[in-house]
T-cell receptor
Framework: ETAVFQTPNYHVTQVGNEVSFNCKQTLGHDTMYWYKQDSKKLLKIMFSYNNKQLIVNETVPRRFSPQSSDKAHLNLRIKSVEPEDSAVYLC????????????FGPGTRLLVL | GDSVTQTEGQVTVSESKSLIINCTYSATSIGYPNLFWYVRYPGEGLQLLLKVITAGQKGSSRGFEATYNKEATSFHLQKASVQESDSAVYYCALSPSSNMGYKLTFGTGTSLLVDP
C-alpha cells in the first residue's frame, strides 16, 4: 500500500525552465529525504529534513532547493534546469529514531531537453 | 566513502528454482555497518525487504535470506524457490548506524525476472 506519494510521475521540460516536484507521506514520519537516481541507477541523497529543518545538503547545486510546509510534505524545486538534471527523483521518509529504514515514493522522472 | 557493489544488473531465473544475488560492500566508518536489502516491485516505491545490524547474523523475509559476512564483506540475497511475484529490482544498501539515514548508500540494483 502506497504511503509516500509523489507528483508528477513524469515531466519533460526545456533547459532553463523551473520545475517543482511534490512529495507527501502519510506514515506519520518526521524525517524526509530526496534522492537522485541517475542513468547508471545509482541512488544519491540530496537532502534530508527533520521536522521541517534541513539537516543535510549533500553539496547539490544551488539551483535545487527543498521546501517543507510541515513534516508530512517535502517538495523539491529546481530553478533553471540543466541537461544533467535529467534523472529520477525519489522521495523517502522515516522516523527519526530509525532513519535507515526508509519508505520511498514511486519517483518523478525528469527529462530536460 | 562507503560503497556497495552488485555485479549483476539483471538475473533471469525459472520459477521454483533457487536464487542468489550478490552484494559486497566497503565501509569506511568505525565499526560494522548496518546492511539492508530493499526491493522495488513494478509500479511501487522502494521498500525494505530485510535488515541485519549484527555481523554474523542472518535476516529473512518473504522467503528471502541474507547473512552478514564481515570477513568477506558480503551480504548476498538468497531464496530457495522463487515465484513469479518475486520479479522486481533488488537493491543492497548499508548505513553506518540507525540514526544516520542520510548516509544510506545503495548499490545499483539487480533486476530479477522470474520465468513462469
Amino acid at each position: 500500500e502506497t504511503a509516500v506519494f509523489q507528483t508528477p510521475n513524469y515531466h519533460v521540460t526545456q533547459v532553463g525552465n523551473e520545475v517543482s516536484f511534490n512529495c507527501k507521506q502519510t506514515l506519520g514520519h518526521d524525517t524526509m529525504y530526496w534522492y537522485k537516481q541517475d542513468s547508471k541507477k545509482l541512488l544519491k541523497i540530496m537532502f534530508s529534513y527533520n521536522n521541517k529543518q534541513l539537516i543535510v545538503n549533500e553539496t547539490v547545486p544551488r539551483r535545487f532547493s527543498p521546501q517543507s510546509s510541515d513534516k508530512a510534505h517535502l517538495n523539491l524545486r529546481i530553478k533553471s534546469v540543466e541537461p544533467e538534471d535529467s534523472a529520477v527523483y525519489l522521495c523517502a521518509s522515516s522516523s527519526w529514531e530509525n532513519q535507515d529504514t526508509q519508505y520511498f515514493g514511486p519517483g518523478t522522472r525528469l527529462l530536460v531537453l | 566513502g562507503d560503497s556497495v557493489t552488485q555485479t549483476e544488473g539483471q538475473v533471469t531465473v525459472s520459477e521454483s528454482k533457487s536464487l542468489i544475488i550478490n552484494c559486497t560492500y566497503s565501509a569506511t566508518s568505525i565499526g560494522y555497518p548496518n546492511l539492508f536489502w530493499y526491493v522495488r516491485y513494478p509500479g511501487e516505491g522502494l521498500q525494505l525487504l530485510l535488515k541485519v545490524i549484527t555481523a554474523g547474523q542472518k535476516g529473512s523475509s518473504r522467503g528471502f535470506e541474507a547473512t552478514y559476512n564481515k570477513e568477506a564483506t558480503s551480504f548476498h540475497l538468497q531464496k530457495a524457490s522463487v515465484q513469479e511475484s518475486d520479479s522486481a529490482v533488488y537493491y543492497c544498501a548499508l548505513s553506518p548506524s540507525s540514526n544516520m539515514g542520510y548516509k544510506l548508500t545503495f548499490g545499483t540494483g539487480t533486476s530479477l525476472l522470474v520465468d513462469p
